[in-house]
């Protein structure tokens, strides 16, 4: 039997990294029944084992919920986790989408942090009736009054009616359920439209193809029923579909209103869109649903097969990968040092790290990845502009005019104590001071403009260093600025490996050069010839670092006698020597492609 719409809840939970999401989802699932005392465990919606080694939420999850109100009325709530790191906020705009309602999750000893505050106004931005939510008000540092001050200050929300609560221990979890069904309004819909449910996620089963997960927001889908993707007319039947619970749980229908998984038999890749609209193929709605802001990529980098053989096999995951993380882009590339292989873009380096796991861990595969960086704006003489999304694709020096970087705006909440050494990083990393809010007694909020390359590789964990693992960071793009930056390549025995190139700001392009060159040295092995490794901006030299050859002692045997046996010897070893330095090659390890990786600011 149908549910009505009325006792219909659609809800997220959005908050801060270790703020109790996973924990609170754990709570409202043993609370409500949805997974029963024998598969209870830590964290019951991270499924990927990824997710629980780094005790992080990467992937939104759906899940359903019976509940039974205080007066009596049964509901159905159906709860999607969201990530809280800002690398996955994409994963939260999604999920937000398919939701009438979000419980603001604040930690009562820590207080309203930089994701907090993004994430309150991407729910504010989509309409959505937000329920701030104070967790952890049993440990012994909280500091309820403090918090509930804060979310009406910085956030702009009403917390006279913040629900209490503890994740871990319980206390407080009817409270929340009854919030969800008193504030968070129904869904809106009408059943008797022409169906329409929108694509908020899907991914690959190699026996049943393509399974998608959808918010029925229009009519009805059933079983055997001919649907249509709006996007390009595809037509498909469904063969099964239902709940999460948060196991699938097959069904006979889907109402408006309600979220649930589809089986149509696709088996090609390409036609499945996240934000695409399903609708009845017989009776088509007039319009798609909006769908989702495409989102654009910040950092790139490339990836390559370790074995030259497994470009295909690469190109299936990641066309499998793609669809069930629609936030990162791929396309072919090629590199003289690496072979074949694809140039990848991420929302940021943590995100960078997941995909490249996932592939390693799901596919199977061995892979050799480059340095991260971010796309530039070259602006050559004869005024055309060209996108840089790596160093092998800038111009010659003699032809630029200008080039353009990234800049973002980023908001760093720290206690007021670390304020000090947190403005000397920003300043490091050439940042722009915006302003400085105290939001209480002790904790303010830093806000600085800086190049997005900056802060690419190791910002964050500097912030944290910093402030003594107190800080929070929060960024979102601004726009692209002019900036003094050069392409510095790395020569090995003069010819230049064009995934160890990188472009920097030409005020520390020495000190990355001398840096760069002097890790090679340690990681690049020794070889029957002399190697030298030179980092040079066009054609002038910067640093010069130089791999001892490999000898041996010819001379051994001259015991005594005139000298010029032993020179004789000795010439005729270095001219070996020479002519196996003009036919050899060098081989290049993955960690030293990894080193600029490690070029830290100590020494700077």
Known sequence: MAIPQQQIRNFSIIAHIDHGKSTLADRLLQYTGAVDARNMREQTLDTMDLERERGITIKSVAARLDYRARDGQDYVLNLIDTPGHVDFSYEVSRSLAACEGALLLVDA?????????????????QDLEIIPVINKVDLPSADVESTRRQIEDVVGL???EAVLASAKSGLGTQDVLEAIVKRVPPPRGDRARPARALIFDAKYDPYRGVVTYVRVVDGRLQKD???MLMSNGERYEISELGFMTPEIRPAEALEAGEVGYLICGIKTLATVNIGDTVTDALRPAEAPLPGYKEILPVVFCGMYPAGTTDIQELRDA???????????RYQADNSDALGLGFRLGFLGLLHMEIVQERLEREFD???????????????????????????????????????????????????TEYLSPVIELCKKKRGLHVRVDYLDARRCLAVYQMPLAEIVLDFYDKL?????GYA????????????????????????????????????????VGRTLASKLRKLIPRQQFEV?????????????????????????????????????????????????????????????????????????
């Open 225 to 227: 029923q001919r649907v």
């Open 365 to 415: 595969l061995t892979l050799v990845t480059t340095v991260p960086n971010v796309e530039y704006h070259a602006y050559l003489t004869d005024g055309q502009m060209k996108v840089v999304q790596s160093a092998s694709q800038m111009p010659e020096p003699a032809r630029i005019d200008r080039v353009e970087e990234p800049y973002i705006e980023v908001e760093i909440i720290t206690p």
């Open 472 to 511: 929070s960071l929060e960024y979102h793009m601004i726009g692209y600025r002019e900036g003094d930056l050069v392409k510095l390549d790395i020569l090995l025995n003069g010819e230049p490996v064009d995934a160890l190139s990188t472009v920097v700001f030409r005020g520390s392009a020495e000190w």
């Open 158 to 160: 009403d917390a006279s």
């Open 464 to 468: 944290k260093t910093y402030s003594r």
């Open 318 to 328: 990641l066309d499998k990968l793609h669809l069930n993380d629609a936030s990162f």
């Open 109 to 125: 000893a820590q207080g309203v942090e930089a994701q907090t505050l993004a994430h309150a106004y991407r729910a504010i931005e």
């Open 532 to 604: 030298a490794i030179q980092a040079a901006i066009g054609n002038r030299i910067l640093v010069r670092e130089t791999v001892k050859a490999l000898r041996k002692n010819v001379t051994a045997k001259c015991y005594g006698g005139d000298i010029t046996r032993k020179r004789k010897l000795l010439e005729k070893q270095k001219e070996g020597k020479r002519r196996m330095k003009q036919v050899g090659s060098v081989e290049v390890p993955q960690e030293a492609f990894m080193a600029l990786l490690q070029v830290g600011d100590e020494g700077r």
